[in-house]
């Protein structure tokens, strides 16, 4: 692995397990400090273990706007300073509209879209006492498309690649870089939420035939961190293994 990350400081919400993790070990692996954060206490602090002092873990609940500023306190003083922001945790529930209750379509809203909002709001005062950096936004390609069965989600996702288009806009003037990523599907637990024709119909939309890897999430989300991607701001990187074509 390279070292393109070295001396930089990475948070990574939902960096507990699933794509988040991959993300988390990702940027590690390529010399970044990283802060885990999650409200899944015992998975966050056993990868912060294994990683070793270059980690730490942090619970925060990307919902809840007092938990960022903890956050933000938390990651400046352990580790300094941060450089890069990414907006990992998400929920997903699919139901169709007649049958999804007001408070089911609250609840995605307040982590996927809420979250990331808060996420880039409190991320960036300290990416601009660094002097700049860069966000990443994970959306979806339900951010991309319509999903019928998932429309409380496939909302939020659009929000998130809109508002980070806006933010991109807004924080470019501060040297903040802001791109979002659509994964189509990946294997993680969150996939175990779809009923099992659905994640069929997915595989079947997919033109490399294959569900993809969390890892290959973290390749992308790496790139967009990296000095590679020094002019790349409100891009969406696609990867979906086609589906999207
Ligand atoms: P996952 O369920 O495996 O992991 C999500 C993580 O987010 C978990 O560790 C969970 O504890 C954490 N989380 C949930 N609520 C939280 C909260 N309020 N505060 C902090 N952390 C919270 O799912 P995943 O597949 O790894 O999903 C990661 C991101 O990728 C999500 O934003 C998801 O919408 C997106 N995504 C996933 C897929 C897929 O096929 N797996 C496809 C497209 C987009």
Redesign the pocket.
Known sequence: MNDKLEGKVALV??G?????AAIARRLHAEGAAVAI????SDAGQALAAELGPRAAFFH????DETAWIDAMAAVTATFGRLDILVN?????HPGEIAQTAAADVEHQFR??QL?VFLGMKHGQVPLRAAGGGCIIN?S???GQLGFPGAAAYVGTKWAVRGMTKTAALELAPLHIRVNSVH????D????ENNPPEANQAGLEATPLKRIGK?EEIAAAVAFLSGPDAGFITGAELTVDGGWIL
């Open positions: 919400t939902g507990a397990r699933g794509i988040g954060t999650d409200i899944l925060h609940d990307v919902g990992n945790a998400g929920i997903f982590i996927n979250g994970i979806s390609i339900a994964p189509g599907f990946i993680t637990p969150m996939l969390p």
